[in-house]
Every structure is written in C-alpha cells, then in structure tokens.
C-alpha cells in the first residue's frame, strides 16, 4: 500500500489513477499539486484527493510516489521545480504520451537522473480532460507502458508496475525510442487526421450540411478530434521525429490513393480496401470485445 501518492497536473489521467487506487485500497493518501484552486476544490468535492496546493512543495512533502500528469510540454519546467524535494527513497513516474522527450526533460532538470524515475504511459484514455472525467476503471483491462532507464532501479520499477497492476492494468516494457515510433504510428498519426478531416470539413462553405447528414462511420472517425487542442499541441511538436516519418509515408500512400482515383484505376482500389478491411477485421477480432 502507498502512504501518499502526490499527483502534479490533476485532469483525467492523474485523476482517474488516483480513485483507481482508491477503490483497490491500495493508498493510504492523495494530494495533489495544480495551478488553479478550482482544480484542487473540484477533486476535494469529487473524493479524488485527500488534500491538495497550488504550492508544489507543499503538495509533495511526505510523498512515496510523484506522478507528473501535466500535458508533456510542461513536463521540464516541473522536474525543475521538484528536483530540490525530490528524496533518495521517492519514487518518480510520468503518464506522458511521448516518452524520450520526458526522458530529455528530466536529463536537462535533474542532471543526472534519480534512481527513482520510472517513465510510464498508460495507453487508456478518452477524448475528454479535467479532473471531473476521471473515472476509478479508466485503467482496468488496458496496458500501460514503461520505459525504464538504465539508471532506474529494480525496485522503482516494480513498485511502479506494482502501482498500476492494482488499478487493473497489464504493465508491459518497452525502450523509450521504440514508445516513440509505435505511438506516433498507432495513436498520433490518427489524432492528426482526426483534427486535419474535421478542420478542412468545418472551413467548407456547407460545413452546416456536411456535419447535419454525417452518420456513424463519421462519428467514429472523429470522436478524437475532440480531445484537448494543449495536449495534443505539446504531443506532435514532443514526438516531431517519429510522428513527421509516419506522416510522410500516409502522404504518399493518401497522393498515390488519389491519382487512383483520377485514373479510374480499379484494381489498385479494391487490392488497397481490400487489405485494409483484413487487417481491420483481424485487429477487431484480436482486441474488441
Ligand atoms: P487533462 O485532463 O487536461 O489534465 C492535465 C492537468 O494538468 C490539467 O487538469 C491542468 O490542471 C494541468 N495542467 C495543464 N497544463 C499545465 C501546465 N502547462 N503546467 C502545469 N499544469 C498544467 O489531461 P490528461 O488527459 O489527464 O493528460 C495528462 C497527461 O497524460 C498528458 O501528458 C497526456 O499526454 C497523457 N495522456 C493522456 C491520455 C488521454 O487519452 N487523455 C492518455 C495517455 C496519456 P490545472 O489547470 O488546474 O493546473
């Protein structure tokens, strides 16, 4: 059981780790550091946290684990802010969407890394933020990723897959570089065209029409479209490496689709449906219920 969590950035993700915990039974105390005094008296009120400042020293005195779950571009300015707190037996993790951008964060802040710093990313989530959204099974069922350093303990990472094992996740490993080409492909890619096909629909002069007849297949293409324009401004400029390969490599495929179409030609439409149908399907098979 941890004696005191402390969560810096209460919103979703923060937030929904704090109950999941809660209901496990497996922390004793949450407080939590954010800047606005009405994110600390919404989670007070919701039985996210047991106390809460605007004060981040305040919030991490007595803490056993520091979990950072701002949007990752205010992740420096944070491990600056916590490094003289930070004590040799505190654990450290993160729930950031980019992994080697944290990593290169908590170098520039800390200098040379604490043994305690295990950089995480549960892949669960929804298109909604705020600490009202938070819900205690967000994390039930869903994997989360750890990216542990070689200067993180054995310890520190066990306990932090510990942490989220009890919230009902499968905790699996990976190296930070590879987080970052696999999430640009799987998840930031499609936040990109989610935003791009939105956009370019809304700025048409029908827009009105377009939104009024579109169905459930345009629903289900965009439901990400409506998650936080801050966090996604920070995630697409944290990964620009990984995320500018994949979406050169759709920009040819999208250009060699249309010139397809221009053509009229048959086959390379139905050979390009086709195998993605297939993979589609088996990908449905394999993971949705
Ligand atoms: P969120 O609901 O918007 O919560 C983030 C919280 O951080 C806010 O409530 C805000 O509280 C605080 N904050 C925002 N900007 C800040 C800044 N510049 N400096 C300090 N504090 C700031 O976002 P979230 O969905 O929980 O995401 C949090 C982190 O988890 C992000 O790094 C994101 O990449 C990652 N993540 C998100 C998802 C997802 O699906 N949403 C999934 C996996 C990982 P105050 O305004 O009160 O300070």
């Given at each position: 059981?941890?004696?005191?969590?402390?969560?810096?950035?209460?919103?979703?993700?923060?937030?929904?780790?704090?109950?999941a915990?809660?209901?496990?039974?497996?922390?004793?105390r949450?407080?939590?550091?954010?800047?606005?005094?009405?994110?600390?008296?919404?989670?007070?009120?919701?039985?996210?946290?047991?106390a809460?400042?605007?004060?981040?020293?305040?919030?991490?005195?007595?803490?056993?684990?520091?979990?950072?779950?701002?949007?990752?571009?205010?992740?420096?300015?944070?491990?600056?802010?916590?490094?003289?707190?930070?004590?040799?037996?505190?654990?450290?993790?993160?729930?950031?969407?980019?992994?080697?951008?944290?990593?290169?964060?908590?170098?520039?802040?800390?200098?040379?890394?604490?043994?305690?710093?295990?950089?995480?990313?549960?892949?669960?989530?929804?298109?909604?933020?705020?600490?009202?959204?938070?819900?205690?099974?967000?994390?039930?069922?869903?994997?989360?990723?750890?990216?542990?350093?070689?200067?993180?303990?054995?310890?520190?990472?066990?306990?932090?897959?510990?942490?989220?094992?009890?919230?009902?996740a499968?905790?699996?490993?990976?190296?930070?570089?590879?987080?970052?080409?696999?999430?640009a492909?799987?998840?930031?890619?499609?936040?990109?065209?989610?935003?791009?096909?939105?956009?370019?629909?809304?700025?048409?002069g029908?827009?009105?029409?377009?939104?009024?007849?579109?169905?459930?297949?345009?629903?289900?293409?965009?439901?990400?479209?409506?998650?936080?324009?801050?966090?996604?401004?920070?995630?697409?400029?944290?990964?620009?490496?990984?995320?500018?390969?994949?979406?050169?490599?759709?920009?040819?495929?999208?250009a060699?689709?249309?010139?397809?179409?221009?053509?009229?030609?048959?086959?390379?439409?139905?050979?390009?449906?086709?195998?993605?149908?297939?993979?589609?399907?088996?990908?449905?098979?394999?993971?949705?219920?």
């Open positions: 059981v941890i004696r005191q969590l402390t969560i810096i950035g209460l919103g979703l993700i923060g937030g929904s780790l704090a109950l915990l809660k209901r496990a039974g497996a922390v004793e949450v407080t939590a550091c954010a800047r606005r005094q009405e994110t600390l008296d919404e989670a007070l009120k919701l039985g996210v946290i047991d809460g400042s605007t004060d981040l020293a305040e919030a991490v005195s007595g803490a056993e684990v520091v979990v950072v779950a701002t949007p990752v571009g205010a992740m420096e300015s944070i491990f600056r802010q916590l490094a003289p707190h930070l004590t040799a037996d505190m654990l450290l993790t993160d729930v950031g969407s980019t992994k080697g951008s944290v990593v290169a964060a908590a170098r520039q802040a800390f200098g040379e890394l604490p043994t305690g710093f295990v950089p995480g990313h549960p892949i669960a989530g929804t298109e909604d933020s705020g600490v009202a959204a938070a819900v205690a099974d967000l994390y039930q069922h869903r994997r989360i990723i750890l990216t542990p350093l070689e200067t993180s303990s054995h310890e520190a990472v066990a306990r932090v897959r510990a942490m989220w094992e009890a919230c009902g499968e905790v699996i490993e990976m190296g930070v570089a590879h987080h970052d080409e696999v999430l492909a799987t998840s930031h890619l499609p936040h990109m065209l989610a935003y791009a096909l939105v956009d370019t629909l809304a700025r048409m029908e827009s009105e029409e377009i939104f009024e007849f579109a169905a459930g297949g345009f629903r289900d293409f965009t439901r990400i479209a409506s998650s936080s324009p801050a966090m996604w401004h920070d995630i697409c400029l944290a990964n620009r490496g990984a995320l500018l390969a994949v979406l050169r490599r759709f920009a040819d495929d999208l060699q689709l249309t010139q397809a179409i221009e053509q009229g030609d048959s086959d390379y439409l139905l050979q390009t449906f086709t195998r993605a149908k297939g993979a589609r399907d088996r990908f449905a098979e394999k993971f949705e219920d």
